[in-house]
């Protein structure tokens, strides 16, 4: 899909602030993916639609998870995390989106998994690192992004987990083994 159509198309879907943050994340994505060789054309599309559903109804995320067979011990955490895999579905569902690359990309955005794969590893450390971000521990990622994706990567989950640990929240265990995956595979 053409680019100005994809933001068309989510521009609708977002609050204006969530909309150039979109916009941030989809060039740092193209920046990223031009560093590590993956297609920067799916990493363009699938930093576009990667918020696609951040603001559908919860009830609405909820029965699309359920009816779809997403994996249920979603609906025992935070509802931030609906949102990828949700939006996911409704960007193949609404915009026609079929590349499962793309897709995936998008399913994995905030959770990460094992085995993550370059474009997903890129739109995860893109939504994390573009400029709009200020947070503690960001610019450290951003240098750390760089020079490697995966040391990058690595840094981002691990702030994330102690973030949510701090805030006395759960942390999603496809979140653990995605760090764990990754700090066994850099120790190997």
């Known amino acids: 899909m053409e ?5 068309e198309l989510v521009k609708k879907q977002l609050t204006e602030h969530r909309y150039q943050h979109t916009l941030g994340v989809m060039e740092t994505a193209i920046t990223l993916a031009a560093q590590y060789g993956v297609d920067e054309k799916k990493a363009e599309e699938a930093a576009i ?7 559908r109804p919860k009830d609405e995320m909820r029965g699309i998870i359920v009816s779809q067979g997403f994996p249920e011990d979603l609906l025992a955490y935070n509802s931030e995390l609906w949102h990828a895999p949700v939006g996911a579905y409704l960007v193949e569902k609404e915009a026609g989106i079929t590349d499962q690359e793309v897709l995936d990309a998008i399913r994995y955005h905030t959770s990460g998994r094992p085995g993550m794969t370059l474009l997903e590893k890129v739109i995860y450390l893109a939504d994390y690192i573009e400029p709009g971000r200020h947070f503690p521990g960001v610019d450290e990622v951003r240098e750390m992004a760089k020079v490697s994706l995966d040391q990058a990567l690595i840094k981002a989950v691990q702030n994330t987990i102690l973030f949510l640990m701090k805030k006395n929240q759960p942390v999603y265990p496809e979140t653990f083994y995605t760090y764990n995956y990754l700090v066994t595979k850099l120790e190997a």
């Open 49 to 55: 639609f990667h918020d696609y559903a951040k603001f």
């Open 3 to 7: 680019r100005e159509k994809a933001l």
